[in-house]
């Protein structure tokens, strides 16, 4: 049950549909694989067998748990690069800690957004706290990454810590739907996320029945990911459940259903709806680097290995993470296409 809810949903401004509004039709529902972050840490690879220009401008999305963990359980990932894009990582229930190369960071929990735009380069690790580690607990989050157009890969590395109590809160026409904006624009209400291309980013929780019929930029792609329960998307009712992502083709709405019996463990439907203005160029992605052709990948590794994206912070404080296994938590690079699940050879469209 995701941390942000209302006690009474009819207050909220209700998101209305034209009647004559074309509903999107439903190109592809594909079904993300199964793995693990770091060391045993359950992901769900969304974008999984998607082309990336159905994607764009949006390059890869992990679904982090839901699960609860025992106690000396929770691992996160080991210190490593990203470069050409930006990291989006929204927390739905539990709590994460990162940490930067150039001492930023922080933690994020229950609503929370971390916006990172890695840009021209930065070293992070992403952990669960240490308190979290030692008690267990709920965790279920995602992150998205956003690509940067080629003007824009060689930006300095920046954060925006967006906060639950600022994101923009909508309901359904029906009154149904709980609909989360946290980057982005539904009907003139704003998310707090600030971007580099336009996107709109929404988490929606449906209530069993409920029909939401979103009112989509015409300009922007159209992806939904269903994070957790049963329902129909499009007017042609295409079934969908947990870990499956649907892309839609042009028009006016996005048609998301709510089965009326859900599982007793997930009694609502809740989704991810993306989309974006496409950027339009080259994209050469391996590992954490996402830039435009093959020589800036492989740049990016040379830079890597010559310490141009920064080193680990001489002050890391090792002993901040007794129950890592030794070298998970501190190691730099050790598997650098590893982390995250991504592509351990190029990737270009
Ligand atoms: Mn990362």
Same mark, same amino acid.
């Given at each position: 049950m995701p941390a942000v809810t209302v006690?009474?949903?009819?207050?909220l401004p209700r998101v209305l549909s034209n009647p004559s509004a074309r509903a999107r039709k439903v190109k592809s529902i594909t079904t993300a694989p199964q793995g693990h972050e770091g060391e045993g840490f359950p992901v769900r690879?969304?974008?999984?067998?998607?082309d990336l220009a159905d994607l764009d401008p949006f390059i890869h999305l992990d679904q982090m748990g839901e699960v609860e963990y025992a106690p000396g359980e929770p691992k996160g990932t080991p210190w490593h690069p990203h470069r050409g894009f930006e990291t989006v990582t929204y927390i739905i229930d539990g709590i994460f800690d990162h940490y930067d190369n150039h001492g930023g960071g922080g933690t994020i929990s229950n609503g929370d957004t971390q916006w990172m735009t890695a840009g021209s380069g930065i070293l992070h690790i992403e952990t669960p706290p240490e308190h979290l580690v030692v008690s267990g607990g709920l965790f279920h989050g995602f992150q998205l990454w956003v690509n940067l157009p080629a003007a824009k890969k060689w930006s300095p590395p920046a954060y925006q810590h967006l906060v639950a109590s600022d994101v923009a809160l909508l309901s359904s026409a029906d009154g149904g739907a709980l609909l989360r904006v946290i980057a982005g624009e539904i009907d003139g209400f704003k998310g707090p996320g600030s971007t580099q291309t336009p996107i709109t980013l929404v988490h929606a929780t449906l209530q069993p029945g409920a029909e939401l019929r979103l009112p989509w930029n015409k300009s922007y792609n159209a992806l939904a990911y269903v994070l957790n329960g049963n329902g129909s998307v499009g007017d042609e009712k295409h079934t969908v459940t947990t870990g499956q992502l649907i892309t839609y083709r042009d028009g006016d709405l996005i048609v998301i259903s709510a089965n009326k019996t859900q599982d007793s463990k997930s009694p609502e439907l809740d989704v991810l709806i993306l989309g974006g203005q496409p950027i339009k160029e080259p994209v050469a992605w391996m590992g954490p680097f996402v830039m435009n052709t093959k020589s800036e990948v492989l740049k990016a590794f040379d830079d890597f290995q010559k310490g141009v994206l920064g080193v680990?912070?001489?002050?890391?404080? &090792?002993?901040?993470?007794?129950?890592?296994?030794?070298?998970?938590?501190? &190691?730099?690079?050790?598997d650098l296409t590893g982390v995250h699940g991504t592509p351990e050879e190029l990737q270009e469209s």
């Open positions: 006690k009474d949903i009819t207050i690879r969304a974008f999984a067998g998607v680990v912070p001489p002050n890391w404080d &090792k002993s901040k993470r007794p129950l890592q296994r030794d070298g998970i938590g501190y &190691k730099l690079g050790a």
